[in-house]
């Protein structure tokens, strides 16, 4: 004990491991300037926030789990409802938009949330919507076993005005219109019992109108009738509702569990989701309140 008490008050190293007080100090003195290197990621005042999620390598995992071609309704189904958590946690989100293997969450452009910190609203909103694709994988795949665990990629983009945010949404479901019409007629051709080889050489070169006429002509389809979800994806958006007197539990909107349990009659938040054309200015009238004050495309 003596040697001890000794080697504690002679030798410095030790005793600051023995004495936690010390410890203490010196991680408040000497260490703290570590904290100086991490950078300052705040997202600029004033912007529309946009984190984009997507799946990664998912033409491996999609064919690894058979989804169905071209859409899996199962699979788009999951992705809305892990979207759906990242809202119901991240109540500042405004407006979500879907489309194969991604979704865009876009919050208030006057939102505070982690000090609007990129690094912290990123990776809240990859591992949340990961773990809810995962957690809710079986109600959507009962008879599909989860064979390895999906991963997300994420981004963060910020916008100045309400211009280039629409513009960036359109330029999503452009991209959505753009590949679904082209792998309607690719797995039609195939169907047919063309190879790959061959559907892709009919369709190349061809313009939308070429791809339309193909399924007209050659499949009786018309390619306006098909699903909304797949021609449009999905947008997520809040709606106000008058609840009736409800027992306590989660209200249900649509497909969805919203979470917000309402007792007594008032105004509830809840999430509702469309496959609407969002290119057109209509939507956004019909839906002030989405952009709110905003909406005058400032
Ligand atoms: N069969 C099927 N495949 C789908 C469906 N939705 C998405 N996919 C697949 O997911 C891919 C998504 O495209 P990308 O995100 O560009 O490709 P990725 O393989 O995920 O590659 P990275 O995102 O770069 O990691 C598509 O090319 C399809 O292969 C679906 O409903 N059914
Ligand atoms: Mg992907």
Same mark, same amino acid.
């Given at each position: 004990?003596?040697?001890?008490?000794?080697?504690?008050?002679?030798?410095?190293?030790?005793?600051?491991?023995?004495?936690?007080?010390?410890?203490?100090?010196?991680?408040?003195?000497?260490?703290?300037?570590?904290?100086?290197?991490?950078?300052?990621?705040?997202?600029?005042?004033?912007?529309?926030?946009?984190?984009?999620?997507?799946?990664?390598?998912?033409?491996?995992?999609?064919?690894?789990?058979?989804?169905?071609?071209?859409?899996?309704?199962?699979?788009?189904?999951?992705?809305?409802?892990?979207?759906?958590?990242?809202?119901?946690?991240?109540?500042?989100?405004?407006?979500?938009?879907?489309?194969?293997?991604?979704?865009?969450?876009?919050?208030?452009?006057?939102?505070?949330?982690?000090?609007?910190?990129?690094?912290?609203?990123?990776?809240?909103?990859?591992?949340?919507?990961?773990?809810?694709?995962?957690?809710?994988?079986?109600?959507?795949?009962?008879?599909?076993?989860?064979?390895?665990?999906?991963?997300?990629?994420?981004?963060?983009?910020?916008?100045?005005?309400?211009?280039?945010?629409?513009?960036?949404?359109?330029?999503?479901?452009?991209?959505?219109?753009?590949?679904?019409?082209?792998?309607?007629?690719?797995?039609?051709?195939?169907?047919?019992?063309?190879?790959?080889? *061959?559907?892709?050489?009919?369709?190349?070169?061809?313009?939308?109108?070429?791809?339309?006429?193909?399924?007209?002509?050659?499949?009786?389809?018309?390619?306006?009738?098909?699903?909304?979800?797949?021609?449009?994806?999905?947008?997520?958006?809040?709606?106000?509702?008058?609840?009736?007197?409800?027992?306590?539990?989660?209200?249900?909107?649509?497909?969805?569990?919203?979470?917000?349990?309402?007792?007594?009659?008032?105004?509830?938040? *809840?999430?509702?989701?469309?496959?609407?054309?969002?290119?057109? *200015?209509?939507?956004?009238?019909?839906?002030?309140?989405?952009?709110?004050?905003?909406?005058?495309?400032?």
């Amino acid at each position: 004990m003596l040697s001890l008490l000794r080697l504690y008050n002679t030798t410095p190293q030790l005793s600051y491991i023995l004495n936690p007080h010390k410890l203490q100090i010196m991680a408040k003195s000497r260490f703290e300037y570590v904290k100086k290197f991490e950078q300052d990621d705040r997202c600029l005042l004033g912007c529309w926030i946009v984190v984009r999620i997507d799946g990664r390598s998912f033409h491996k995992f999609t064919s690894e789990h058979l989804f169905a071609k071209p859409n899996d309704l199962s699979a788009l189904k999951l992705m809305d409802v892990a979207a759906c958590s990242v809202m119901e946690e991240f109540r500042d989100i405004i407006f979500a938009y879907g489309q194969s293997d991604e979704y865009s969450f876009i919050f208030d452009r006057k939102m505070s949330l982690f000090n609007r910190r990129s690094s912290k609203i990123l990776t809240n909103l990859v591992s949340l919507f990961t773990s809810s694709y995962t957690y809710n994988w079986r109600i959507h795949f009962p008879n599909t076993e989860l064979k390895y665990p999906p991963a997300f990629d994420g981004r963060v983009v910020l916008y100045p005005n309400t211009i280039v945010l629409k513009d960036y949404l359109s330029w999503r479901q452009a991209d959505c219109h753009i590949n679904n019409l082209y792998n309607t007629a690719f797995w039609e051709i195939v169907k047919s019992g063309k190879s790959h080889v *061959e559907a892709a050489a009919r369709l190349k070169d061809t313009f939308s109108s070429g791809k339309n006429e193909i399924l007209f002509s050659e499949f009786g389809i018309n390619y306006n009738k098909i699903e909304p979800r797949y021609r449009k994806g999905s947008c997520l958006f809040w709606i106000d509702k008058m609840t009736e007197k409800s027992p306590e539990g989660p209200d249900t909107v649509g497909e969805f569990i919203t979470g917000g349990a309402c007792k007594k009659p008032r105004v509830c938040r *809840e999430i509702t989701v469309s496959h609407e054309d969002i290119i057109s *200015e209509v939507f956004w009238s019909n839906h002030p309140q989405i952009l709110g004050q905003d909406i005058v495309n400032s």
